[in-house]
């Protein structure tokens, strides 16, 4: 029997577009650990939505609907899984620029004035996959007072797959058990963790 309650909402998500990306592949792994442990996974592409680079003049002409559509996603989620690629030492810019205009505040729009609302108390789990030997483990590093900044709690366990060309099974599984428990334990320390924050 799952050990969480259905009304745990998980988001997953990956910073990176590319086809046949590893953290996509990741994420997907992570996304069924979650459904497996019992929380209600919603598992989203950030392809699916189109963000202009942040600039404040395109701003001042309107909030991009994507945004919005993103800010109600996050909001509704008390607990994420997000996977991040490392591009020279950090996390890319798709996620940057996601996560900036998520945390914009929209004047005078009733919910989303307040540009932190979307994150507060969030739960945050970080994996990465990397070709080097490190995972990715760079990116973590950087990413994890981003999203401290924006006050989510961020879980401390992390996981790092190293050597991703050769990790994954031909039916995007991680091919080994040591991979597989690495992701799993940061799954579960964050519905864990967001099931006692979130507690009525």
């Known amino acids: 029997m799952p050990r969480m309650s259905h009304t745990n909402k998980l988001l997953v998500f990956a ?3 590319r086809q046949q990306s590893w953290n996509r592949k990741l994420a997907a792994v992570a996304a069924q650990m979650g459904r497996a442990e019992g929380a209600e996974v919603t598992h989203i592409e950030l392809a699916d939505f189109e963000l202009p680079i942040y600039n404040a003049d395109l701003e001042a002409r309107g909030t991009p609907a994507a945004a919005i559509r993103l800010k109600e996603i996050c909001h509704a989620h008390p607990a994420w899984i997000i ?3 490392e591009y020279n030492g950090s996390y890319p810019a798709l996620l940057k620029n996601t996560l900036d205009w998520v945390s914009r505040p929209v004047p005078g729009h009733p919910e989303w004035r307040d540009g932190l609302r979307p994150f507060t108390g969030k739960v945050v789990g970080l994996l990465s996959a990397s ?4 995972g990715g483990l760079r990116s973590q590093s950087h990413l994890a007072p981003l999203m401290m900044i924006l006050q ?3 879980a401390p366990k992390k996981f790092a ?3 991703a060309e050769g990790a994954f099974d031909p039916d995007g599984g991680l091919a080994t058990e040591a991979s597989r428990a690495g992701v799993h334990a940061v799954v579960e320390q964050v519905l864990s963790a ?3 924050l979130n507690a009525p």
Do not use: H
């Open 15 to 17: 910073g990176s577009t």
């Open 194 to 196: 967001s099931r006692r």
């Open 131 to 134: 070709p080097g030997a490190l």
């Open 152 to 154: 989510c709690w961020v």
């Open 161 to 163: 797959l190293g050597k």
């Open 83 to 85: 996977c991040s690629p």
